[in-house]
């Protein structure tokens, strides 16, 4: 096992500490519950920036340039993003399956993707774990959240609709942004399956399966043609999954209707363009 790997399977197990927040919300006053339901993460927060700077434990989390610093930065950072959400859970209307969907996703995301890399060390791939592990934890997160009295009933197909989401656009911010920029990936993932909770969207399971099926066909055809980059086939993947279910094939059509034709577009006579 790599060390990134390892230190990928550290930031998954502080995750997992997403899990307390909904039963602490049950258990206490919403006061009481606001101060309790961060803490976990502050702790963690505290512990990186003041406490930790040397042996074992260092190591483990320590990126490139946490070892510069002598600061687990990047601990501190994916710890007082995922305090934030928690705060917008409890005070704020954030659902909790919402909240803690967001933060296993990430997490274990990035586990999925490191995981993938260490056996082959393809972005496409890499990318691909990310987006499967990611999914399956984010939607087992919203799930385990429903658990909890009085645990909010989710439909499956919505659960796997806002998982889905919620993988591939952290996993075009990842291509497009740092690894230190995960806190900004968490929140945003956080904002955009909170807005599509709230807006009630009816997901059937066919919807869902042929929306997935579909634009992840035309995503890996448009890579193999090198039609599109990575960022490009993951646009592309997200904004078909979102108009099939939210829109509906009509505007799919359209969509990869405009997308088919810039792709080839470019391609044609692409040398003769270069020079």
């Given amino acids: 096992m790599t060390a990134t790997v390892r230190r990928a399977g550290g930031f998954a197990a502080v995750g997992?500490?997403?899990l307390s927040v909904p039963s602490v919300a049950s258990a206490t006053r919403p006061a009481l519950a606001t101060v309790l339901g961060p803490a976990p993460f502050v702790v963690v927060a505290v512990l990186a920036l003041y406490v930790v700077d040397e042996g074992p434990?260092?190591?483990l989390f320590a990126r490139p340039g946490d070892r510069r610093d002598g600061r687990l930065y990047g601990l501190a950072g994916f710890a007082?993003?995922?305090a934030g959400l928690a705060l917008l859970a409890l005070r704020f209307g954030l659902p909790m399956p919402v909240f803690v969907g967001s933060v296993l996703l990430l997490s274990w995301g990035n586990l999925g993707g490191h995981a993938v890399r260490a056996v082959r060390d393809e972005p496409i791939l890499a990318t691909a774990g990310f987006v499967v592990v990611g999914s399956v934890a984010g939607a087992a997160g919203q799930f385990a959240a429903t658990l909890v009295p009085p645990g909010t009933s989710l439909a499956w197909p919505l659960v796997v609709f806002l998982a889905t989401s919620g993988a591939l656009l952290a996993a075009l911010l990842r291509v497009v942004l740092f690894e230190r920029d995960?806190?900004?990936?968490m929140v945003s993932v956080g904002l955009l399956l909170w807005l599509f909770f709230d807006?009630?969207?009816?997901v059937s399971a066919t919807g869902v399966a042929v929306a997935l099926t579909v634009t992840v066909v035309l995503g890996v055809v448009s890579y193999v043609l090198e039609t599109a980059s990575l960022p490009g086939m993951l646009t592309g993947v997200l904004l078909?999954?979102?108009?099939?279910v939210l829109g509906g094939t009509g505007w799919f059509v359209v969509l990869m209707t405009f997308f088919g034709v810039g792709g080839l577009a470019a391609k044609f006579r692409y040398e003769e363009k270069k020079a």
């Fill in 16 to 18: 997992l500490l997403s």
């Fill in 57 to 59: 434990i260092f190591e």
């Fill in 80 to 82: 007082l993003a995922a």
């Fill in 182 to 185: 995960d806190p900004l990936v």
């Fill in 199 to 202: 807006l009630q969207v009816v």
């Fill in 240 to 244: 078909g999954l979102l108009t099939i």
